[in-house]
């Protein structure tokens, strides 16, 4: 479904996406944390909340913890939701790399407009989440009962891979990392052991790959049968 939204600088889009994907993520949202996401700098992002209080997009409250308003809500749903489709696009229909589309989808998210946003979801036959399993806002998606944290699984637990987080979207080269071990939505595996440093080692068919444990504590799976 399309939505027709007002125009807004896309710095606006950029903060309120981030907002959006920080809470998503259960990222405690202020300041600092934008900063980092965005790489840029905290007066740069002091003054750009203030401009979106301002235009009535967040709220800040007394601990400094930065919200979305309704309107700030309809902005970021938007804007992710287009990114999102926009990976999945450049994915499935282009065959970029999972790296190579979600740069690309930033670019993109800012000029879909809601005809081709409503192309798009026909052509690729209505997609409810991105190539990394997150939920396209304002899709039908469910999230699987039993979703949990791939570190949470045992030693010789088996496990379907349910959802790559944004988080993990933004360290530098996990995305190739991850796509070429298989490590993909809908792949099923096993964890074959767990390191004293929390790195846990899984089998995905053919392939056995140590995951550190900054991205074990991040990657959602679900229960699996034997790969």
């Known amino acids: 479904m399309a939505y027709d939204t007002p125009e807004y600088h896309p710095g606006f889009e950029e903060y309120s996406e981030t907002v959006y994907e920080l809470a998503e993520d259960g990222v405690e949202v202020i300041q600092a944390r934008i900063a980092e996401r965005l790489e840029v700098s905290r007066p740069a ?7 979106m209080q301002s235009a009535g997009l967040v709220d800040v409250d007394n601990r400094s913890h930065i919200t979305l308003t309704d309107n700030g ?4 749903t938007t804007v992710v939701r287009r990114h999102r489709l926009a990976e999945r696009f450049l994915t499935d229909i ?4 999972w790296a190579d589309a979600h740069h690309e989808a930033g670019r993109w998210e800012h000029v879909i407009s809601p005809v081709v946003e409503a192309a798009m979801m026909q052509l690729l036959g209505d997609p409810n989440t991105c190539p990394h399993g997150n939920p396209i806002p304002g899709t039908d998606y469910t999230q699987p009962p039993g ?6 699984v045992g030693v010789e637990g088996t496990f379907t891979v349910e959802r790559i987080p944004e988080e993990l979207e933004f360290q530098p080269g996990q995305l190739d990392f991850l796509e070429e071990a298989g490590v993909m939505p809908g792949r099923p595996g ?4 767990v390191a004293p440093d929390g790195t846990t080692t899984v089998s995905m068919g053919d392939s056995v790959t140590g995951i550190g444990a900054f991205a074990a504590a ?3 799976v679900s229960a699996g049968n034997q790969p």
């Not at 809500?73 to 970021?76: I, M, P, T």
């Not at 979703?147 to 949470?152: A, E, F, M």
């Open 45 to 51: 992002v002091s003054e750009m909340i203030r401009r």
């Open 147 to 152: 979703v949990r944290p791939l570190v949470q």
């Open 190 to 193: 096993v964890v074959v052991s």
């Open 94 to 97: 282009l065959h970029l790399s």
């Open 218 to 220: 991040r990657i959602l």
């Open 73 to 76: 809500s309809v902005l970021a």
